[in-house]
């Protein structure tokens, strides 16, 4: 039974339930397991997987998962990209180191959490500007990655220094771990671009 027939013949909640994967994927770009308002979807991926891989190809969309069970989708002409500002993939890369020195220290962790303060702290330490960047800016930040699933507010307010978020395996799909290395060089572009926040970068 080729997947179109598979389609046709799903149930009226199997219908229901494709609509709102293919919808939360879409907006998303990726589904994490680990998340829970994304358990659904990645169950129903799981029963599913043949359909929904095919019905996203015919459409010129890749559908990938890993072993860290994060459902990722690519558009196979590069159309899917989310554009950001210098600011946002300069704060996507402090969540990332930090999100990888707590795997490397905590191997058996089971969820990785950061604060706003190590986060802060990351922005002093890397020295841009010689100044912090406003909470406002990494507040609107900070919400468009849980908006994308890379993390997700757990505890506190937003702009507070002691508020925890949970970052999810799926920034690991969304990163090369090649950044790390060539940071320091982007660092240093940073530095000579007087307006830096507002400009977008492709990373």
Aim: net charge negative.
């Amino acid at each position: 039974m080729d997947s179109l027939t598979k389609l046709n013949n799903y149930s009226e909640e199997e219908k229901v339930n494709f609509i709102d994967f293919v919808n939360t994927l879409l907006a998303q770009s990726v589904i994490v397991a680990a998340k829970e308002s994304d358990k659904r979807h990645y169950r129903f991926y799981e029963m599913h997987a043949e359909e929904i891989q095919e019905y996203f190809l015919f459409a010129g969309w890749e559908v990938k998962t890993s072993e860290n069970k994060v459902i990722t989708l690519r558009n196979t002409t590069g159309k899917n990209k989310v554009n950001l500002t210098l600011f946002e993939s300069t704060l996507l890369f402090i969540i990332y180191k930090l999100y990888i020195d707590q795997l490397t220290s905590l191997r058996l962790v089971r969820d990785v959490r950061i604060s706003n303060l190590e986060i802060r702290e990351q922005f002093f330490h890397l020295n841009i500007h010689n100044k912090l960047p406003p909470r406002e800016k990494m507040t609107l930040a900070l919400k468009k990655f849980q908006r994308h699933s890379i993390l997700e507010l757990v505890q506190g307010n937003w702009d507070d220094e002691a508020s925890e978020f949970i970052v999810y395996d799926s920034i690991a799909e969304i990163i090369k771990p090649t950044i790390l290395k060539e940071m320091d060089t982007w660092i240093n572009e940073l530095n000579n671009i007087e307006e830096w926040e507002d400009n977008e970068v492709n990373k």
